[in-house]
Each structure stands twice: as structure tokens, then as C-alpha cells.
């Protein structure tokens, strides 16, 4: 069972390690093969021709970094739909840390404070936004 501390610190690390954000992987290695196999599953437009220069890479999407810890497989609305509790952004306080931060197509992690943690695209990749 994932903890809390696991998945906060599983933030913290991937955010560290540089993880490269890729539409569709799920923290792992990614080869050519990968991304091009990625890019004809969800297009150009979702998987980026400048994706490849991320080959050799950890690789990961924004659902990815809840799946890849907690080894449950789903895309952010799939989070979404399975949250026992929902919550305006705008009513954060800080026992909340380790929820969902989601608007429709992407999911982040609260980091208990004014922040999240999250795989914030092929631009930006694992962010710690304060």
C-alpha cells in the first residue's frame, strides 16, 4: 500500500531525477521505438516530433506519476472520476497534501502548501511549482 510520505517523496525524487514528460509513458525508459510507437498511438499532436531527442530518458506523463508509484493504472480523468472526495481548488488547506490537483486532461499533486508537484509537459517536464 502507498503512504503518503511514499508518494510525496516519490514527487520530490522524480522532480530531482529530471523525468522527462512524454504523453502516454508511465515512468520508464523510453527508446525511439517507444516514442514513435507513442506518437502513432496518440499523434503528433499530443507527442511531439522534439519527444525523441528524450530517448534514453525516464519518461512519463502526468497520470504517470500517480500510476508509477501506485502501480494503478489510469489516465487524470480516471483520477478524477475515482476521488472519494472533491474539493475547489480554491478550499486547499494543508491536511489536504498528497491529493489531486486536476482540471480536465491533466493531474498534479498538492504539496500541502500553495504548490504541486506534476509531469507539466513535453516544455516544462517534472515541475515542483510553488
Not at 516514442?35 to 496518440?42: A, D, E, P, V, W
Request: proline share 2%; with cysteine; aromatic share 10%.
Amino acid at each position: 500500500m502507498t503512504t503518503l510520505t511514499d508518494l510525496m517523496n516519490h514527487c520530490i525524487a522524480v522532480v530531482n531525477a529530471h523525468w522527462q514528460y512524454v504523453y502516454g509513458a508511465k515512468g520508464t525508459k523510453l527508446s525511439r521505438e517507444d516514442i514513435q510507437r507513442l506518437q502513432k498511438q496518440y499523434g503528433k499532436d499530443l507527442v511531439w516530433d522534439s519527444d525523441f531527442k528524450k530517448a534514453g530518458q525516464i519518461c512519463c506523463d502526468c497520470s504517470g506519476l500517480i500510476s508509477n508509484m501506485t502501480k494503478i493504472l489510469r489516465n487524470s480523468d480516471g483520477y478524477f472520476n475515482s476521488a472519494l472526495e472533491k474539493k475547489d481548488i480554491s478550499e486547499r488547506q494543508p491536511y489536504m497534501k498528497g491529493w489531486g490537483v486536476w482540471r480536465k486532461g491533466h493531474i498534479g499533486i498538492y504539496d500541502g502548501a500553495d504548490g504541486y508537484y506534476a509531469m507539466d509537459g513535453s516544455k516544462n517536464n517534472a515541475v515542483h511549482k510553488p
